[in-house]
């Protein structure tokens, strides 16, 4: 079982930034993928990017550079900085993991492929 807390939603106008964080209760003990998905009023929940225990990093096409995720291993935390956010970012942000997983062999894309998932935080960007 892995547990996933987060952290650092909120509203913020158009152009501003945003920093999620996502503390987990442990590091798997196998290779893992490690990620943040997006949840928009009404909409599905689709990936906003993905990472894995190699380092290996996959964002979605409308991230457009705008988001960076990082994690420190020293304090159990995921991070995702959000620039220049626009209202259509607006949603529920979700931490999932998955263990014995790796971005080379797999896409891991869709919601129903991840096993733990956190919460969620809202974030709200006005125009």
């Known amino acids: 079982q892995v547990r996933l807390v987060e952290s650092g939603g909120g509203s913020v106008q158009a152009g501003g930034s945003l920093r999620l964080s996502c503390v987990y209760s442990r590091v798997p003990v196998t290779e893992y993928c490690m990620g943040w998905f997006r949840q928009a009023p009404g909409k599905g929940r689709e990936v906003v990017v993905r990472?894995?225990?190699?380092?290996?990093?996959r964002y979605a096409d409308f991230v457009q550079g705008r988001f960076t995720i990082s994690k420190d291993h020293t304090k159990n935390t995921l991070h995702l900085q959000m620039n220049n956010l626009k209202p259509p970012h607006t949603g529920m942000y979700y931490c999932?993991?998955?263990?014995?997983?790796?971005?080379?062999?797999?896409?891991?894309?869709?919601?129903?492929?991840?096993?733990?998932w956190g919460q969620g935080p809202q974030v709200t960007v006005s125009s």
């Open positions: 999932p993991a998955e263990e014995r997983c790796n971005l080379r062999a797999w896409s891991i894309a869709y919601r129903y492929e991840w096993t733990y």
């Open positions: 990472t894995d225990s190699e380092g290996f990093r």
